[in-house]
Structure formats: structure tokens, C-alpha cells
């Protein structure tokens, strides 16, 4: 494959399965709705994908993806002894929600079953999207709270990770 515009709806698909671990479920909705190397780009949200017919925690990794692709992360500093929220796997995400929001085991249990891993949590656009995946309303405000502030630190978020990053010891 070339570039992602030269991408056909089964490119796609296939990348979603290799690259997202996308279900062949998914995969095969990419192929029946055309969505394509150039359609790809024009999808505004994760809304958009969830009303494909693609689960939340799919619609949220290929979101995520697709804003990488449009916008792709640059950051001198990633040479820093810190890991960065887009590296964080379900399970740091898990403990940060659980140690920094308070999370219950409800909320956590979304959490994991939504498959949120760091670079999903920075492309999460909406509370909608959170309350769909079946967050309580609270822990939907708090998640989106802090999303906007890592979406308001530069180079990833490690200013925040360094300044407010006391008791997890994953990171």
C-alpha cells in the first residue's frame, strides 16, 4: 500500500485488522459501507464510526488513528525518561482512572471493555461517546474534564504527567 488516499474499502479493511485488531465484523462493515483511503480523513468524530455500525472501542482506535493521520504528533521532547499518554495501554489507563478520577468498579469495568488505551483517551471528542459506552454521568464528566486538559499541554501531555502524576507507578 502507498499512501492512505490510494487506499480501496478492503485496504482498509485489512489495515483495521492487522493494525486495530479490528473483529472481521468490523472489518467487513468497512468493505460494505465504501469507506475508503479518501473517505477516511472526512469523518469528523467517533460518533461517525459508531454509526456504522462499529463498536465503541473500534470506533475509538480508528478514530484515534485517523487524527494521527491528520494531525500527527511532533515533539522534541519525547526523548524525556516519562511515558507519554499515547503510549499508556488499557491497563495504565485503567490504574490512572482508578488512582486520579477515583473511578468505581463500574467505570472501570467501561473503561476496560471499551479497550481505552491512551491514544484512544486523547481522541475521545465527546460526553456522548462516553455515556454510550456505558460510563456513570460523573465519571463521563471527569474523564472528559481531564481529556481537555491533556488536549491543552503541548507535546503529548507530559507537562501534565510530570506536574500532576503522584502515585501511579506505571508511568
Known sequence: MSTVATWTPEDVANWARKVLNFAETSAKIIVEKAIDGEV?????????????????????????????????????????????????TVEEVSNWAREQLNFDDEDLAALKNAEINGRMLLHIDNMKDLVDAQFSLGASVDLRTEIEIF?????????????????????
Open 40 to 88: 477516511l480523513p472526512l469523518f469528523e468524530s467517533s460518533a461517525d464510526i459508531v454509526s456504522l455500525g462499529i463498536p465503541y472501542g473500534s470506533a475509538i482506535k480508528l478514530w484515534a488513528e485517523i487524527e494521527e493521520m491528520k494531525n500527527p504528533t511532533v515533539c522534541s521532547s519525547k526523548t524525556q525518561k516519562i511515558k507519554f499518554i499515547s503510549d499508556w
Open 151 to 171: 488536549k491543552k499541554t503541548t507535546c503529548d501531555s507530559s507537562t501534565w504527567i510530570i506536574e500532576r502524576t503522584v502515585t501511579t507507578s506505571n508511568i
